[in-house]
């Protein structure tokens, strides 16, 4: 059972913010704390809260299991581009330049690699008990 967690508006922009989201694709939850805890860029603190943030949901939905025995995986991360502030900075000869102030919208899905599988056996007996 996979679990979501959503950052919004975050004022950084995308590319930057990939950079870091690009290191903890696909890892483990703890390698990914762990990456994220000694990276020194700006964005690794956001996506470490954020990350401790889909734990937390994932808890949360699977109460019934341990966190220990679920072996938690980043399965999706990706970061979407939000608004762009526009600023005019002035220049030379009574001319401005616009800076574009980037933001962006980050997505994390958790997922777990010990799931239970479901067998044709058990769709059968879920299917026979439906149709009495």
Known sequence: MEAVAKLKNVPT???K???VADMIRG??????LNVLKFEPKEGAARLEKLLLSAISNWQAKNEDERLEDADLFVKEIF???GRVLKRLRPAPQGRAHRIRKRSNHVTLIVDSHNQPEVTAEDNEVVNNETEN
């Not at 890892?27 to 990914?32: K, S």
């Open 13 to 15: 922009a995308p590319r």
């Open 17 to 19: 913010m990939r950079m």
């Open 27 to 32: 890892e483990r939850v703890n390698r990914a």
């Open 79 to 81: 970061v979407d581009g």
